[in-house]
């Protein structure tokens, strides 16, 4: 029988004395059945769907190999800490627990040079993280149960001495699949299977070679959706489509005229592979020879890299130096440990989260919100942390911050071990970092490409990030206050020359990068003429010239007035040409800037500019605050567009949709590429006035939490053109007044308060204990209500008065800080690569007066900050004084 005991934890309750210790484990393990009978209906199996946490706690960065191991509730089956598995006890009164520990050594040589990894209890922790290599290191895996409170221990497996449900339970526990490996695989697509000619494929000796760019068809013109067929090498032209795009069949002829069944498509061949057809099992197939086959034609899939205009390697070699100079390659890094410090393991193309989030908690304010009162966030999660945002915001930044996943090796093993196996023994130890598993999946809940294993854009990743900030901050301190700013937005009718003005919120100013006004424009085409000729004879690319841009011209840029087209006039009541400029309404403590790197092809793909940018370290933006109308200014009429209804549904009460023809569809599919609903992008781009994808998302941002915010759009069968609406348009629905109206709230109160959360009630009533003072004003903001009714109901009568209704709009908007506009750079986020759905990301921090480079894990002293590589850069307001 396997070793079976029952003994009192040194762990969690002190040493126990030496004496009668034999005696009384017998005794205990006589009478296991006994003491497992109170817990019994707490322990469950877990079932389809549940998911086993054995590998990371819900609180922190702990886990089996962490020195107190890690310990999962048999009933809940959430892990935890050392530090955190009282907590849970308290709350949900869980006496029973299954606690892993797995202590990882060198492996011991002898003299035959070494043994196999040495496991104590074969089966355990088969899904645990390996940051360590096999071959230098031995394991040995624990597992008992232990209940709570007295801390009893039993150590398994114990199959003829535990009840029958006990046993199958750890069972199940112990080999339970890692929860994320579940969302990964639903990442995928569909399963694809190898292909059975894949082994055994005979390529032919022809001596052809294919070239890293200048792909054509062999049968026609073709230079897109090519296919390589690995039997002979030809090149050849895919399907074609419905939609015009595509080829003309001359890869599928060729397959019926030779028999060569597997082929792969040039343009997504990269070191993780590509897309192989086999036409004789008319699917899509794996290839695990692929490498080797590509090889035979002179292809190297180290160096590939997936392009959509059939230029692999011309893609990569352009952008090897763009590489070398974000990650300062060449530069001898010193490692820095401590509070601070941490890295970020970079879970395959989240990159763009661990920079992100590196920024984020630099920032004193977040740190205040989520580090400084973990204890509470701890205390108040729901029994779910795992999904609960604040918890996971809270365990993210304390891990980053603690220094506690950030020690230097000390300095007396580092004299005492010399050798390099002895020093890579400390490296998994102390420089792995840490995985962001579960905020991931956490953070990318129900968000289409977030939870995918996809490359993403880190601008749109921080502005989704915000979005979850400012909807989980309700009656507290909000983080987000320090990004947010006021923009003013004039819009000019061009042949009424009558303006409007407008604000709206934003959290990142979007800088565009003016290619037209690069200084060495000469370069640039003289660079172009070379690479198109290197194209056309099939050779090697010219070294590639990056367009030098000034920070002035940007700013210029920014100022510059933007056309408007299909702009509806109200003074003129029909669409006329107007343009638009945009202002600061305020400035915030902290600005994020995005250099507009990254834009759209004719066909949609998309492009990176390659651009070079002298960010300013220090920034005066001053000149660029909101002036509001001006003298001599005349304003456009307040009236909303008239909707055109079809004749058959004219006078008809209810809703009619909106013709297509009426939005912008470029902006909608512009939206629909960060994630957000269709449906959701087609009204924010309608309610925007089509006045472009910028301020349709500005929209997004404001009304993602209505309930109908993924509903088809639908209007009010107005055929004419009248007064604004937009304040009766804003009513909360009368179910969610009438709940708190039933709590004894008063109408107008809870109105306001609805108003002021989206028509969250829970948040709603939180802002109803926190704003005491507001009954006063929501009467008056009730009579403002009843009095724009009356106006709007009975031609000629006067409006209310504008400015005390600005006023009371003024308090219900978000909060915004203001301040003076000169800021200090103090980080930025670089990337790498030719598109945001590919490549890699990583960021500069200034701390101490020092800038620290955070690639993944690693992190160390920048000798270089490549300023002027930058996507996101963020800045600081620097004090009056």
């Known amino acids: 029988m396997l070793y079976f005991g029952l003994r009192q934890s040194p762990l969690l309750s002190g040493a126990c004395s030496s004496g009668g210790t034999g005696t009384r484990n017998a005794k205990m393990a006589a009478d296991l059945g006994e003491l497992l009978v109170p817990y019994m209906p707490t322990i469950r199996v877990p079932r389809t769907g549940d998911r086993v946490f054995n590998s990371e706690c819900a609180f922190s960065y702990d886990c089996p190999e962490s020195e107190g191991g890690l310990y999962v509730c048999m009933s809940t089956f959430l892990g935890f800490g050392r530090e955190h598995v009282e907590r849970h006890y308290r709350k949900t009164g869980q006496s029973v627990y299954m606690h892993l520990k797995r202590t990882v050594k060198e492996k011991s040589t002898g003299a035959a040079g070494g043994v196999a990894p040495r496991r104590r209890n074969g089966k355990v922790f088969l899904e645990l993280n390996r940051d360590f290599n096999g071959d230098d290191y031995e394991c040995d895996d624990e597992a008992k149960l232990v209940i709570f409170p007295e801390h009893h221990e039993i150590s398994l497996p114990n199959i003829e001495e535990l009840p029958a449900l006990v046993t199958i339970a750890c069972d199940a526990v112990l080999n339970a699949a890692s929860p994320y490996k579940k969302q990964e695989a639903v990442s995928w697509e569909d399963e694809i299977q190898v292909s059975r000619h894949a082994r055994g494929l005979q390529q032919k000796d022809n001596g052809v070679q294919i070239s890293p760019s200048g792909w054509k068809c062999s049968k026609c013109e073709m230079r897109e959706n090519l296919w390589l067929n690995l039997t002979d090498g030809e090149v050849h032209c895919g399907k074609w489509f419905c939609d015009g795009t595509g080829g003309n069949g001359h890869a599928l002829e060729h397959y019926r005229e030779t028999g060569f069944p597997l082929a792969v498509r040039l343009e997504t061949i990269t070191p993780d592979g590509a897309d192989v057809f086999s036409f004789d099992e008319e699917e899509a197939v794996l290839n695990p020879h692929l490498a080797n086959h590509l090889s035979h034609f002179g292809i190297d899939i180290l ?481 403002m209500a009843d009095e724009e009714l009356n106006n709007n109901a009975v031609p000629g009568t006067e409006g209310h008065s504008d400015t005390a209704l600005s006023a009371t709009q003024a308090r219900l908007s978000p909060r915004v800080k203001d301040g003076p506009g000169r800021y200090e750079l103090f980080a930025f986020i670089s990337h790498m690569g030719s598109s945001t759905k590919s490549g890699h990301y990583v960021c500069h921090i200034k701390k101490e007066g020092r800038w620290i480079i955070y690639n993944d894990h690693k992190v160390c002293l920048s000798e270089k900050p490549p300023k002027d590589w930058g996507y996101l850069y963020f800045y600081h307001r620097l004090s009056s004084s």
């Not at 230097?408 to 598993?437: F, N």
């Not at 993403?456 to 990743?461: K, R, V």
Request: aromatic fraction near 8%; glycine fraction near 6%; proline fraction near 7%.
């Open 303 to 783: 160096q590939a890299q997936k392009t959509q205009n059939g230029h692999m390697d011309n893609e990569m070699r352009p952008r090897a130096r763009e590489w070398e100079m974000i990650q300062e390659s060449g530069h001898k890094l010193k490692a820095v440990f401590g509070s601070g410090y941490t890295g970020i393991k970079n879970l395959g193309n989240s990159c763009y989260l661990g920079t992100t989030m590196q920024v984020l908690f630099s920032i004193p304010e977040f740190q205040r919100t989520y580090v400084g009162k973990f204890q509470r966030i701890y205390d108040y999660s729901p029994l779910d942390p795992t999904l609960d945002f604040s918890t996971q915001m809270a365990k993210l930044g304390r891990a980053l911050l603690s220094g506690q996943y950030s020690k230097p090796p000390m300095k007396c093993e580092l004299i005492e071990q010399v050798g390099r196996e002895e020093r890579k023994a400390l490296d998994w130890q102390q420089q792995k970092g840490i995985s962001p598993r579960m905020f991931k999946a956490m953070i990318s809940k129900d968000h289409p490409e977030l939870s995918s294993i996809r490359q993403q854009d880190a601008h749109e990743f921080f502005l989704h990030l915000m979005s979850l900030v400012e909807r989980n901050s309700v009656g507290s301190e909000n983080p987000c206050d320090v990004f947010r700013f006021l923009v003013e937005e004039r819009v000019q009718c061009c042949q009424s020359r009558k303006v409007r003005y407008g604000q709206r919120v934003d959290y990142c100013m979007r800088l565009p990068a003016p290619i037209q006004a690069a200084t060495n424009t000469e370069e640039l085409i003289a660079y172009e003429a070379q690479r198109r000729e290197a194209e056309e004879k099939m050779a090697a690319p010219p070294a590639p010239v990056r367009a030098r841009i000034p920070f002035t011209a940007c700013l210029q840029a920014f100022t510059e007035p933007e056309n408007v087209p299909d702009f509806w006039s109200s003074a003129l009541q029909a669409k006329s040409a107007g343009v638009k400029t945009c202002r600061f309404g305020s400035f915030p403590e902290y600005m994020a800037i995005q250099i507009k790197k990254f834009t759209f092809g004719v066909d949609w793909t998309p492009k990176k500019l390659d651009v070079s940018i002298d960010m300013p370290d220090t920034l005066e933006l001053s000149h660029l605050r909101a002036t509001g109308l001006q003298a001599g200014e005349m304003e456009l009429p307040d009236l909303t567009p008239p909707i055109v209804v079809p004749e058959n549904s004219r006078g008809n009460p209810v809703n009619n949709f909106l013709d297509s023809a009426d939005i912008d569809e470029s902006s909608v599919m512009m939206l629909a590429e960060m994630g957000f609903p269709p449906e959701a992008c087609r009204k924010a781009v309608y309610h925007t006035g089509n006045m472009g994808a910028e301020m349709a998302f500005s929209w997004i941002l404001a009304h993602m939490e209505e309930p109908d915010f993924a509903e088809p759009l639908a209007v009010h069968s107005f055929v004419e053109a009248g007064p604004s609406w937009s304040f009766m348009e804003q009513q909360p629905p009368e179910e969610s007044v009438a709940i708190l109206t039933s709590m004894g709230f008063p109408r107008a109160q809870t109105v306001l308060a609805l108003k002021a959360t989206n028509n969250n009630l829970e948040r709603a009533l939180d802002w109803i204990f926190t704003h005491p003072d507001s009954e006063e004003e929501s009467k008056a903001v009730s009579n």
